[in-house]
């Protein structure tokens, strides 16, 4: 558990004002252009890759192989909190997308 700052609007662990670098990074911010109109994104240099149902079908297979259970029994271990992590979230994720779109 962090330690919680004793002076209003100072971090505790830098010791400045945590408000000024917030405002600070807002006026230094840039916009980005996504994509010009008639032109997809991904010949802007920027590879996409959007996820097929077979895709989807591979990373949970491959996700009960790495859990060892099935995907309905890990969704229900996940609700409860009982896995957490990047390998555990995207599990979830996938399995959540799967049933809304293809069940």
Not at 40 to 65: C, Q, R, S, W, Y
Request: glycine content about 10%; overall charge positive.
């Amino acid at each position: 558990m962090t330690q919680k700052s004793r002076k209003k609007g100072k971090s505790v662990l830098i010791g400045r004002s945590i408000r000024g670098t917030a405002s600070f990074a807002l006026k230094e911010h840039k916009a980005v252009p996504l994509g010009t109109a008639g032109k997809p994104m991904h010949n802007e240099g920027m590879p996409a890759h959007i996820l097929t149902k077979e895709d989807i079908k591979k990373e949970i297979v491959e996700g009960e192989k790495r859990f060892g259970m099935t995907a309905d029994d890990f969704y229900k271990a996940w609700q409860d909190g009982k896995f957490h992590g990047f390998q555990a979230m995207k599990l979830g994720c996938l399995y959540e997308l799967y049933k809304d779109e293809y069940e």
